[in-house]
Structures are given as C-alpha cells and as structure tokens.
C-alpha cells in the first residue's frame, strides 16, 4: 500500500526558513506533491518531484530522494500568509493509480 | 479559463440517504479525482477517473461510485449515508494520469452533514 509520515506541527518566525520533511511508502512511484491548505478553502498545488532532486519556485522549493523514499518542502522568507497546512502526497500506480496525501503539517509563523 | 466548481456547496442527509455530489472540471483537464477530508485530516483518495473510465480506487466501499461524463463533469454518489460520511468531498481535475498528472486543481468542496 500507501502511506507517508509528515510532522503534525511546526513554528517558525517570519523572514525564517523552514523545512517539512515527508517520508513515503508507495509502490509504482510516479511522483511527490506539496500542497497548501489555508482554514476553509482548498488545497493548492505548491511543487511536484518525479525526478532527484531540488524544484525551485519563487520562495518555495521541494527535493526528493527516490532512493532514500523521501522529500522535503522549503519554504524561505516566511510570510504572515504562509500559515497554513501543508500536504505532501505521493502518487503511484498499486492496481490502478492513486494520490494519497500525508495528514498535514500545520505551519504556523509568528511575528 | 474557467477553474473547478463543486455544486452544492453544503449538503444535509439523513442516516440511510443517497447523495449526489458534482464536479465541473477546470477546461481542458480529462481526469478527475475526488477526496473525502474529515476535519484536521488530510484529503483521502476515493477514486480516480480518466476519459469517462475508473482506473484507480482508495479504500472505500462500493456504495461510494462515480461517473464522468463526455465533457468531463463528474459525480459522486454515495449510497446508505452513514454518520461517518460527513467531511468536505473535493474534486480534483487534471490533464492525464500517472506522471502525467502533476498538478491537481481542486475546487472548493462540498460539505456534506449526515444525521
């Protein structure tokens, strides 16, 4: 099956960077997603791995290693607005093809 | 380009009901997901459609089908409401499947209450 682990909470000050770790278990890995979930509103795609490696956009950044089965988002330069849950979610292939998301990471940033 | 839209956006049953939820798809995307998120959750995968075919299930049971259309709307029926049921069931549309499907846009949600 699927499954991953992602800390329930994290802190950070503003101006900060901050780092969520994602481990995963999947078979037929296609990719690692993030996305960002503010209270009553729906997810948004932040960042996608297939590949080794770090993908920068703007402030955010994700890495995976397929290798080690784990991944990261980096978020820098923390604004007020980044708090908020963050996912990650792996999609593979297991008799027919699935995204199956973490339980979230609650960031919160304080001033 | 028009996003994802979810219609109703809140929804109250009673225990033993059947419901019907619907997803219009962002324009252009062929493949549609839909998740159940209890609250403080993340979103769990209940099945994966591409080109009017299921072709990927989570955990759920079978009163919980689906159907898309031509156009690439969508439906979730769930039948025999249990109190469990009650989350925010999103869709998520994308353009194809596997590696192909890098991005998801979801919609807002529906809010379904069962009593």
């Known amino acids: 099956g699927q499954s991953l682990e992602q800390p329930s909470e994290v802190t950070a000050v503003e101006g900060a960077i901050v780092q969520i770790n994602c481990t995963y278990q999947?078979?037929?890995?296609?990719?690692l997603s993030w996305y960002q979930q503010h209270d009553g509103g729906a997810p948004t795609f932040l960042s996608y791995n297939a590949l080794d490696g770090l993908e920068e956009t703007g402030r955010f950044s994700s890495f995976l290693s397929r290798s080690d089965s784990y991944g990261y988002l980096l978020l820098q330069e923390l604004q007020m607005k980044d708090s908020a849950s963050y996912f990650c979610a792996v999609t593979g292939n297991t008799g027919g093809f699935k995204t199956i998301f973490g339980a979230g990471t609650r960031l919160f940033v304080k001033a | 380009e028009t996003g994802v839209t979810q219609s109703p956006t809140h929804l109250i049953k009673t225990r033993g009901q059947q419901v019907t939820l619907r997803c219009s798809s962002q324009?252009?995307?062929?493949?549609v997901s839909w998740y159940q998120q209890a609250l403080g959750q993340g979103p769990q995968f209940i099945f994966q459609?591409?080109?009017?075919?299921?072709?990927g299930r989570g955990n759920f049971p079978p009163r919980f089908s689906g159907l898309q259309f031509p156009n690439y709307s969508s439906e979730l029926n769930v039948n025999a409401l249990e109190l469990d049921d009650s989350a925010l069931y999103l869709c998520a549309s994308s353009l194809g499947v596997g590696a192909g499907a890098r991005e998801q846009y979801f919609g807002p949600g529906t809010r379904l209450t069962v009593t």
């Open positions: 324009s252009g995307h062929n493949t």
């Open positions: 459609y591409y080109r009017e075919e299921e072709n």
């Open positions: 999947t078979s037929g890995f296609y990719g």
